[in-house]
């Protein structure tokens, strides 16, 4: 089943987009909230309208899992194409008005405030569902806020006090603006204990079962991603062992099989449902492909330096092809085709990279989690795998799909010659909010 996309456009007045005065301008086609929000079925509607928010090109359309990889691309892929947006974030010479931060901030809190508009209009949705909305609800907000924290606030530091500051946390409808619209930034700390919260009330709240919507296992696996990122690995052992040990997914056999699919596969736990009839396109695609699967003209080169990590055996390696003069990962080749943003094979390998990290053997010994994912790549299982093989393992796995910044930020490496707490791995908070609302700090250097 896919997503309706109908409702997005209707529910422009619902957005905070940014402070500025033509917030105020209601556009013909719109509707009142207090029409929108005034009945089950309309608070249902507003609801996939988040999930469209979520699918926007600033969230997990794509452009912030291209741009985690070009900000960490490290000699790994190479940016050619002629956009100036993506080439200042991949040479780490963003300015202020760089659109691609400025289109994630407004399509993040866009999304947010649909979010809080369901959450504030729970009583008129039917008893039986209200905890299903609710749930749904907080865990699209989780998920923005998540992609907030990483880029615009310094990374987490196990043990730290995290007094960086992170983004805004706006929890109430935003339907006007007055001075209760110029808010400040949250420490790091405040964002992801929000950001817990949500994930935590959503998982007992939502079902098992969920179609391609969130269940609570994608609540789960959510949390163990988060979790990960914080370093706290007993937490995303557990939430990781929790999806695993459903029974609700398992590994496709054949790692291709997992790309370009018109539906979810059996691994996929969450993925951005993306047709020929939604205006809504993979940003993925549009820049990591080529004219002939429906791309660009191959914006994103894969390098040698990259390819050199696999064994020639590997499958994952074999999915990589040539095209329209260089390197190209299949991952992402065909138009029109859901966009995979959590996989079974990550919680594998969160759990195995916990376990490891902390000595134990929580749902499968260590090796067992490592060769789910390393034999289907054709590869020979191995044993006494050690945290480093696992970190290489995940880096071939999950290469491509937005990971890359956030696992140097989390493991303090380096991206082009910067250390991972480097002002020029962070986005800038846009010119155009700096300007609006003088209570926003500005990142260093911008």
């Not at 204990?193 to 696996?221: C, F, H, M, R, W």
């Not at 557990?238 to 029974?247: C, L, P, Q």
């Not at 990590?309 to 590997?314: A, K, N, T, V, W």
């Amino acid at each position: 089943m896919k997503i309706n996309k109908l409702w997005l456009t209707a529910l422009l007045a619902l957005g905070l987009a940014a402070c500025n005065k033509e917030l105020n301008l209601e556009p013909a086609q719109n509707i009142s909230e207090e029409l929108a929000l005034s009945t089950d079925a309309n608070v249902k509607s507003v609801l996939l309208a988040a999930y469209d928010g979520l699918a926007l090109d600033g969230l997990f359309g794509g452009n912030t899992m291209r741009d985690a990889e070009l900000l960490g691309a490290d000699g790994e892929i190479l940016w050619v194409g002629t956009y100036e947006a993506p080439r200042a974030v991949f040479n780490h010479q963003q300015i202020a008005n760089n659109s691609e931060a400025e289109n994630m901030w407004v399509d993040a809190y866009y999304t947010i405030n649909i979010c809080n508009n369901v959450l504030g209009a729970l009583d008129v949705v039917n008893e039986a569902d209200r905890a299903q909305v609710e749930g749904e609800a907080r865990w699209i907000r989780a998920m923005a806020y998540f992609q907030l924290v990483r880029f615009y606030g310094q990374a987490y530091q196990p043990g730290g006090n995290n007094s960086q500051p992170g983004v805004p946390i706006v929890l109430t409808p935003t339907r006007k603006i007055d001075e209760g619209s110029f808010v400040t930034r949250n420490t790091v700390e405040e964002c992801y204990a929000q950001i817990l919260d949500d994930l935590a009330k959503a998982k007992t709240l939502l079902p098992e079962e969920n179609g391609v919507q969130a269940s609570q296992y994608v609540a789960a696996a959510t949390m163990a991603r988060v979790y990960l990122q914080m370093g706290r690995y007993t937490e995303a052992r557990d939430e990781a062992n929790t999806v695993i040990e459903s029974g609700f997914y398992s590994l496709v056999s054949d790692f291709a099989a997992e790309w370009n699919n018109d539906d979810n596969s059996s691994e996929d736990i969450y993925a951005v449902q993306i047709s020929s009839q939604d205006f809504i396109e993979a940003t993925m695609v549009t820049f990591y492909s080529i004219p002939a699967f429906g791309g660009r003209d191959g914006d994103i080169e894969i390098m040698q330096k990259h390819l050199d990590l696999y064994d020639p055996g590997d499958a994952r390696l074999a999915l990589h092809y040539s095209g329209a003069g260089a390197n190209r990962t299949g991952k992402w080749r065909d138009q029109y085709r859901n966009q995979p943003v959590i996989r079974l094979a990550e919680m594998y390998l969160i759990r195995a990279e916990c376990n490891a990290r902390l000595g134990t053997s929580v749902g499968a010994p260590v090796d067992d989690d490592y060769n789910a994912t390393h034999t289907r790549a054709g590869l020979t299982a191995k044993s006494g795998v050690t945290l480093d093989d696992i970190l290489l393992e995940r880096r071939l796995e999950l290469a491509h799909e937005g990971h890359r910044i956030h696992d140097i930020k989390r493991l303090k490496g380096t991206a082009d010659g910067l250390n991972w707490d480097d002002d020029k791995l962070l986005y800038p908070i846009p010119a155009r909010e700096i300007e609006a609302n003088k209570g926003l700090e500005q990142n260093p250097g911008y």
